[in-house]
C-alpha cells in the first residue's frame, strides 16, 4: 500500500519557468516531509523539508508547500535550470521518525 | 569527507547464494538505514537502526538481515539469493534526537542482480 504518491512520473519544463512536482500522502499521521533529488548512478540527496507546524518552507530558489487538509504537498522551483533536470522524490514520516515512505519519483527535464 | 560508502557498487549473483552489502558512515550519525529500490518505484525499508546493538524492521524485511556492532557500520545479509531482490540497495545514515532535523544521507547505491 502506497501511502506517498507521485502521480506524475515525468515532468518536462522550459528553462527560466516554473517547475511545480506534487506529492500527495495518505496517512494523517505523518508530520515530516521531505524533498529529495536523484541524480543517475547517484543516491538521493535531501533538497528541502517542511514540519507539519508550518504550510510552506523556502530556500532559494525551492519552496515546499504543505496542504494538511488536503495531505497534499508539492515542491516549486523558480526558476527552473538545467541541472535541476533529475528525479525528485517527496517523503514522509510520522511522530517516531524512525521510518520514512517514499514516493515513486518524478523526473524533472528542464530544457535549455 | 566520505560521508556514506557503500560495497560493493554493482553484484551478479546466483540463485541460493549469500552475499554482504557493507555500508560505513564516518559523520558519527546515530542513525542508519537500509532502502530497496524497484524500476519505476519509490525507495522502500528493508531495516533501520536506531542505535549500535538496536535494529529493527521496515516495510520490506523478508530475506534479509542486519546487525549494528558499532556506530559506523551496518551490513545487509542476504543469505539465500532469489531473483525478487535484484534491485539496487541504498544504505542512508542520519542524525536523530532532539530538535534536530532528521536528514537523511545516501550512499551511491548497489546494483544487484540474482540469476
Known amino acids: 500500500d502506497q501511502q506517498v504518491k507521485q502521480n506524475s512520473p515525468s515532468l518536462s519544463v522550459q528553462e527560466g519557468r516554473i517547475s511545480i512536482l506534487n506529492c500527495d500522502y495518505t496517512?494523517?499521521?505523518?508530520?515530516?516531509f521531505l524533498w529529495y533529488k536523484k541524480y543517475p548512478a547517484e543516491g538521493p540527496t535531501f533538497l528541502i523539508s517542511i514540519s507539519s507546524i508550518k504550510d510552506k518552507n523556502e530556500d532559494g530558489r525551492f519552496t515546499v508547500f504543505l496542504n494538511k487538509s488536503a495531505k497534499h504537498l508539492s515542491l516549486h522551483i523558480v526558476p527552473s535550470q538545467p541541472g535541476d533536470s533529475a528525479v525528485y522524490f517527496c517523503a514522509a514520516s510520522g511522530a517516531t521518525g524512525n521510518q520514512f515512505y517514499f514516493g515513486t519519483g518524478t523526473s524533472l527535464t528542464v530544457i535549455p | 569527507n566520505a560521508g556514506v560508502t557503500q560495497t560493493p557498487k554493482f553484484r551478479i549473483l546466483k540463485i541460493g547464494q549469500s552475499m554482504t552489502l557493507q555500508c560505513t558512515q564516518d559523520m558519527n550519525h546515530n542513525y542508519m538505514y537500509w532502502y530497496r529500490q524497484d524500476p519505476g518505484m519509490g525507495l522502500k525499508l528493508i531495516y533501520y537502526?536506531?542505535?549500535?546493538?538496536?535494529?529493527d524492521k521496515g516495510e520490506v524485511p523478508n530475506g534479509y538481515n542486519v546487525s549494528r556492532s558499532t556506530t559506523e557500520d551496518f551490513p545487509l545479509r542476504l543469505e539465500l539469493a532469489a531473483p525478487s531482490q535484484t534491485s539496487v540497495y541504498f544504505c542512508?545514515?542520519?542524525?536523530?534526537?532532539?530538535?534536530?532535523?532528521?536528514?537523511?544521507?545516501f550512499g551511491a547505491g548497489t546494483r544487484l542482480s540474482v540469476l
Open positions: 537502526s536506531v542505535g549500535a546493538g538496536i535494529t
Open positions: 542512508a545514515s542520519s542524525y536523530a534526537g532532539g530538535r534536530a532535523k532528521n536528514i537523511q544521507y
Open positions: 496517512n494523517s499521521m505523518f508530520d515530516y
